[in-house]
């Protein structure tokens, strides 16, 4: 079944994968069962967020060209799946707002160096934002699992085709 699962979303698993390793390391880390780590597991939860924002937002630039392309109309592929689309709209909504707001804070810091607390700061501020999206694409993960479900009850298949009644074109994004 595992298999099923990596062949029909070898994306959104992988997204999957990357989200829960670092956060599993991070929890480690913070709990100090992987001793000394604390500093790398905090700096990574970013990291991880901002790879993940570039991967979303690819996808969603993918997403959207091909929607747009498709001979079906925008507004009846949306409302064809509401829960997939909400959160698909939330997760890209996310990613665009956060990714605005780091580089505009960015473009605001000083040209002198700064205090040591308002690099603490920052780095608290960046890592509460790049927290957030791990958290949004457990939430699609968890939606895209529970879908793929309801489909092989439904249907009683475990073919390609019934694991995506998402409304979008390309099943494995």
Known sequence: MACTVLATSPIQ???????????RFGVLGYWRIIPAQQLT??????????LLAV?????????????IRDE????????????????????????FSLTASIVGLILRLPD?????????????????????????????????????RRNEAEWGTTSTRSHHSCPHPNPYI
């Not at 992988?14 to 956060?23: A, D, E, G, R, Y």
């Not at 597991?41 to 901002?50: E, H, I, K, M, R």
């Not at 079906?72 to 990613?95: G, M, N, P």
């Open 13 to 23: 698993i992988s997204k999957f994968v990357v989200t829960v390793v670092p956060l």
């Open 41 to 50: 597991a905090l700096l990574v939860v970013p990291f991880v967020g901002s």
């Open 72 to 95: 079906r109309s925008v507004l009846d592929r949306l409302s064809a799946e509401r829960a997939c689309t909400a959160i698909r709209a939330l997760e890209a909504t996310v990613v």
């Open 55 to 67: 991967v979303i937002i690819a996808e969603t630039l993918v997403t959207g060209f091909r929607m």
């Open 112 to 148: 002198e160096p700064m205090a040591r607390p308002g690099v603490i700061g920052l780095l608290f501020i960046f890592t509460a934002l790049g927290g957030l999206i791990p958290v949004e694409n457990l939430l699609r993960t968890t939606e895209h699992h529970v879908q793929r």
